[in-house]
């Protein structure tokens, strides 16, 4: 499953380390330090995006084929 977790706090960090270990395919925006170790590399252009630009991110997560979404 691909997972896109959204922020860069130590909860996110947290849920990423979760999916991650069970497997799945995550991606974190904006991410940390800690995410970018253990997630999948964004894409160049989705590196500067806002994630409350929600129009875009639909984008992002139809691009992607993202499976669940977590706020």
């Not at 999916?19 to 160049?44: D, M, S, W």
Request: with cysteine.
């Amino acid at each position: 499953m691909k997972i896109l977790v959204l922020g860069s706090g130590g909860r996110e960090h947290a849920l990423t380390h979760t999916f991650c270990r069970q497997g799945h395919t995550v991606y974190c925006l904006p991410g940390n330090a800690g995410t970018q170790k253990i997630t999948e590399p964004l894409p160049p252009e989705w590196l500067s995006l806002d994630s409350y630009d929600f129009a875009t991110l639909a984008n992002f997560v139809k691009e992607l084929a993202i499976d669940l979404t977590v706020a």
